[in-house]
């Protein structure tokens, strides 16, 4: 089963804008993590924010998480055609440690 | 350190016949998952190893899938019978045990396509 949805499920943009993809869970979290995807490969891990943090950043990547909405962020900016991709938020609650996934954003950068 | 590989890339069968798919993971990593995914959707989780212990198993892994890890290192996945509906992607992905950062490593995936 899917603990997350991701919304939007598609977006386009223009290289250079920014874009934001969200994602909803149902349960209590140990840690939520962000995944992207090249289209037929396997996922490469993005960035992990624990349940106490609220907002995370690497390079271009932004990262907020509010517990209380169970809800979480991913911002890219400045975006380029090579961020192409889909992107999986993933949750791990703990028990056994593996993630479950959410249903995935399909990112287009345009030139 | 290459990476986790998964072997065979692409897999195309016909209905009733058994497939094998095997991981190999990052050496060092003594926890290793199995996941499918399905055009359009996420990876849903199928099982979980900690080395050559077989923890957890999905309800969507079937009395036709069968998994292993016998030494505590490569892993295989089996479906015997196969049916239209198990193709799919199978991930396979790991972590070490104690330590690290929580994040998991894939392979490139292993595509199913049933006749």
């Known amino acids: 089963s899917q603990q997350g949805e991701e919304d939007p499920q598609a977006l386009s943009i223009q290289e250079g804008e920014n874009a934001t993809m969200n994602c909803s869970y149902k349960t209590s979290i140990n840690n939520l993590q962000w995944y992207r995807q090249n289209s037929g490969r396997g996922l490469v891990h993005l960035i992990l924010i624990r349940s106490n943090e609220r907002e995370k950043h690497s390079g271009r990547l932004r990262v907020t998480l509010d517990t209380s909405k169970k809800s979480s962020s991913l911002l890219i900016t400045a975006s380029r055609a090579a961020d192409t991709a889909s992107y999986f938020c993933a949750t791990d609650t703990g028990g056994g440690n593996k993630l479950t996934f959410g249903t995935g954003t399909q990112l287009k950068v345009e030139l | 350190d290459t990476g986790v590989s998964q072997d065979p890339r692409h897999k195309i069968t016909k209905r009733g016949q058994n497939v094998t798919f095997r991981c190999d993971p990052i050496?060092?990593?003594?926890?290793l998952y199995w996941y499918r995914q399905t055009l359009g959707q996420g990876p849903e989780f199928l099982t979980y190893f900690q080395n050559e212990a077989q923890l957890e198993k999905s309800r969507l892994l079937s009395d036709r899938f069968s998994a292993e890890r016998p030494k505590g290192s490569f892993s295989t996945l089996e479906i015997q019978r196969t049916e239209q509906g198990d193709s799919a992607m199978y991930l396979c992905?790991?972590?070490?045990?104690?330590?690290?950062?929580?994040?998991?490593?894939f392979g490139e995936g292993s595509r199913l396509t049933v006749l």
């Open positions: 050496s060092e990593h003594n926890r």
């Open positions: 992905a790991s972590r070490p045990g104690q330590g690290g950062t929580g994040e998991l490593f």
